[in-house]
């Protein structure tokens, strides 16, 4: 397959801190506006404590299990287009050659200048089919081992995001204190994980730390309202 | 851009179709596994209705606004990176016409095949980074007007999954019924949603509807116990 070692390398970081990201942004974010919400409607920390770490463990399973089978349907979506694409190189060649030429012309090659290139891409069936994976369909072959690995990231993330939030429910009785912890704590950690991932997908930290926080904010202030509205 | 009208349009409804399915799966699955579990463990339907609908705000506005920023990031990212790829074009010219050379050489072009090939790419910067964009570094352009769409599509679809479990508790008094009634639909749903997102996504629809119930069934099931342990 035609790619550098330095470009592989660079999807799979990127694949990892992609994971945390999703599972810990929903984790510190819907646990807390779910607690945040309830302690609005509800009278014991008990129930908060309850539904705060049922959402957890539906969260991290629903989120994790869901990036497992993402991970596996990358990876029979790619075979199967492959597949599909090997077939048709050999059904239809010259169509399939006439798709080659396409790309090149698009680059601005004349017919003479494409025709040796066409003739040596195509010389190679592997060659040729990878070239019609990328080019016409923009599809790299994903790593088969990410799906596991990619699920557990997210489920841990989440539970590690959700466990901030809740924290102050477990050890505060009074819910009015827990509330004002909850918010505190998440506020910070909001911040601080927005800032972190600025910096790892380099965009400006500050903007996104605001954003980050914005979104939890957001979240649980309308969490708020409509646990009180219903409560 | 060197892209056929054809992949524009298929990338386009993919992504539409990822969106629902990535708010809709959430949607079906944590508001049914967090109040499965939280009917074992509280004894008012007043909660369970109270955070049900507080966890459907919060999951919809974390994944929405989540999946907006996600958009947003994509495009700020792409821009930046082909800023970065324009600059090198200019200080170190050769070192990325070598690059494009290395491509061409992994489809198996000698040096004298490649020659014109490269110069017709490299004659034009436009057309040179671009090559570069999706070669070198696997980047399509998204779609600046996506992230908002994007953001919309996930929201509402959270919102179209989570009302299907919490339905029998608005409607019915009795905890015990309301949970079977919950469990009847939210099965069903997640078959269908299963089997439809397996049409889709060109997978096996049988297959993808049995996984998507189990990962639902799971979540409640886990989300029930937790409950139960602590409540």
Redesign the interface.
């Known amino acids: 397959m035609?790619?550098?070692p330095h470009?592989e390398k660079h999807?799979t970081a990127a694949a990892t801190v992609r994971d945390v990201v999703i599972g810990m942004?929903?984790g510190l974010?819907?646990p807390?506006?779910?607690t945040a919400?309830?302690s609005g409607?509800?009278g014991s920390t008990?129930?908060i404590?309850?539904?705060g770490?049922?959402?957890m463990?539906?969260?991290a399973?629903?989120?994790g299990?869901?990036g497992y089978?993402a991970g596996r349907?990358d990876v029979?979506?790619f075979e199967?287009e492959r597949a599909r694409e090997t077939q048709e190189t050999q059904r239809v060649p010259d169509l399939e050659r006439e798709e080659v030429a396409?790309?090149?012309r698009?680059?601005?090659?004349?017919p003479a200048?494409?025709a040796?290139?066409i003739a040596?891409?195509t010389?190679?069936r592997e060659?040729w089919v990878?070239?019609m994976m990328?080019?016409?369909?923009?599809l790299?072959r994903p790593e088969p081992a990410r799906a596991r690995t990619s699920a557990l990231t997210i489920a841990l993330s989440y539970v590690a995001g959700g466990l901030i939030p809740l924290s102050p429910y477990l050890v505060m009785p009074n819910i009015q204190a827990a509330l004002l912890a909850s918010v505190g704590v998440t506020m910070i950690a909001l911040f601080v994980f927005g800032y972190v991932k600025g910096t790892f997908?380099?965009?400006r930290p500050l903007r996104s730390a605001v954003?980050t926080v914005?979104?939890?904010g957001?979240?649980?202030a309308?969490?708020?309202a409509?646990?009180r509205l219903?409560?």
Do not use: C
């Open positions: 035609p790619a550098t470009v999807f942004s929903d974010t819907v807390f506006a779910l919400g309830l409607a509800v008990a129930v404590v309850t539904a770490f049922a959402e463990a539906a969260g399973i629903a989120m299990l869901g089978l349907t029979e979506h199967a396409t790309v090149f698009s680059y601005g090659l004349n200048e494409a040796p290139v040596a891409i010389a190679d060659r990878d070239f990328r080019f016409e369909l923009g790299e997908t380099g965009l954003q914005l979104i939890g957001v979240a649980a309308v969490a708020f409509i646990a219903i409560g």
